[in-house]
């Protein structure tokens, strides 16, 4: 069965610079889509990406991060909106590209689907009650 997941991976300043990406590649053959990253040498790196292929190499390939010492997160954890700022104005989805946003045309009010979340922070930039969080 393939699977694909969205997660975010943190990077100890000691592995920025080791090819850990390239062993999803070439030892899990895992393929990815990098999101987001920020990888500064010897400081903590961030990488938002989309990882593919079958179950059981993914699982080996979550095993290897983890036992190299890269902490995991699945994205849908990170993007948050903060309900008691909403006003479901609908700023958020004219500009989100994946239309995680969706507007319920009886009441009006804007539903947020974290899974079609890719973390690109749009909705965060359009929010003028910056309702939207962004926790990495």
Do not use: W
């Not at 290897?64 to 890269?70: I, Q």
């Not at 990170?78 to 590209?97: K, M």
């Amino acid at each position: 069965m393939i699977v694909s997941k969205k997660i975010v991976l943190h990077f100890p300043g000691r592995l920025v610079e080791r090819p850990i990406v390239y062993h999803l590649i070439k030892d899990y053959d895992l393929e990815f889509n990098i999101m987001k990253a920020s990888i500064i040498p010897d400081e903590e790196g961030l990488m938002v990406i989309e990882l593919r292929g079958n179950q059981v190499n993914y699982d080996k390939g979550i095993k290897f991060l983890k036992d190299t010492g890269v902490r995991i997160q699945s994205l849908g954890q990170n993007v948050l909106r903060n309900e008691s700022r909403c006003t479901h104005c609908g700023a958020c989805i004219t500009v989100c590209p994946t239309r995680a946003f969706k507007l319920d045309t009886e009441t009006r009010l804007i539903s947020f689907d974290d899974t079609k979340c890719i973390a690109c922070g749009l909705c965060l930039k359009a929010c003028p009650l910056r309702a939207m969080e962004l926790h990495f």
